[in-house]
Nanobody, 123 residues
């Protein structure tokens, strides 16, 4: 079993930055694919970014490319999502997810989920 805890959400003005962190516990987190998803009110859960266990392979949803970066520190069992040049349309609850096998954009492939953290971007 894996527990994921996200921190770092909040309220920021458009153009600002936030960094989300997700700490994993319960098993060897370095063996996990880690992903970030977001869900705005009334919308489906949307893929944001993912990083493979090695940290070498990453992928991003098109609307965040060039603005968001993902990284991980396996010694700390933590993955980070650095979000720059935030826009009001980035407003959502952001979820950290993990899976031992799938490097995927599909939220249904992820086994473990955090509780979510709210990101609000004001215009």
């Amino acid at each position: 079993q894996v527990q994921l805890v996200e921190v770092g959400g909040g309220l920021v003005q458009a153009g600002g930055s936030l960094r989300l962190s997700c700490a994993a516990s319960g098993r060897t987190a370095s063996a996990l694919v880690m992903g970030w998803f977001r869900q705005a009110p009334g919308k489906d859960r949307q893929f944001v970014s993912a990083i493979a266990w090695s940290g070498v392979r990453t992928m991003f949803e098109d609307s965040v490319k060039g603005r968001f970066t993902i990284s991980r520190d396996n010694a700390k069992n933590t993955v980070y999502l650095q979000m720059n040049r935030l826009k009001p349309e980035d407003t959502a609850v952001f979820y950290c997810a993990a899976d031992p096998a799938y490097f995927s954009r599909d939220y249904r492939q992820y086994t473990y989920w955090g509780q979510g953290t709210q990101v609000t971007v004001s215009s």
